[in-house]
């Protein structure tokens, strides 16, 4: 695929990044497998990120704020059903696209990572939470989640309960792991 012009060149470096990024982590992929994908020459990536860190981090920003927009879009249901919508995103994606969350899939590798993209993963995870536990306070409000619930730490056992059956519901190719995972965590919040 070729593309025609410098902003659609570097929105199809990102989206080839993170699909490459998806499925390998940070470490196994390199400027000339997005080149291949995008059908330019890798020298021609470094016109738009100069390092594959730099390359990483924007690509890693994008995905946050494109998560972050789809959680936002989340709105009119209770609180058991926002969570269930929320683990909608990562059961789509393996079971669609047989790849991981990429927030998930740069925290394995975060020994490797550099700095600033080590930061991007910390901010993905950080919005997760945060969002997480609004929703069940608002839940709590409502009376859809355990009045008794510490939101905080369960939204951080929600968030990393997904990302790890996520990762080993692909490798044991039975993705319908992390439906029913998703689903015992609902009930373990609700009252």
């Not at 393996?94 to 790849?99: F, K």
């Amino acid at each position: 695929m070729s593309v025609a012009n410098p902003s659609d060149k570097a929105v199809a470096i990102l989206n080839s990044a993170r699909a490459l990024m998806m499925d390998r982590g940070y470490n196994g992929f390199s400027f000339r497998d997005v080149a291949a994908e995008v059908g330019i020459k890798s020298a021609s990536i470094h016109y738009h990120y100069a390092t594959k860190a730099d390359l990483a981090e924007a690509t890693a920003k994008a995905y946050r704020e494109a998560f972050s927009d789809a959680m936002d879009g989340l709105v009119g249901l209770d609180a058991p059903a926002t969570l269930r919508a929320y683990g909608t995103f990562f059961v789509t994606t393996l079971r669609d696209q047989g790849g991981l969350c990429l927030g998930g899939v740069l925290a394995a590798d975060a020994i490797t990572l550099p700095d600033q993209v080590r930061a991007e993963v910390i901010s993905f995870f950080d919005t997760q939470h945060d969002w997480v536990a609004a929703v069940l306070r608002k839940g709590q409000a409502e009376g859809g989640i355990r009045a008794d619930l510490d939101v905080d730490t369960f939204a951080k056992v929600f968030v990393s309960g997904l990302e790890g059956a996520m990762m080993v519901s692909r490798g044991i190719r039975q993705p319908q792991n992390l439906e029913t995972v998703l689903e015992h965590l609902i009930l373990l919040a609700r009252p």
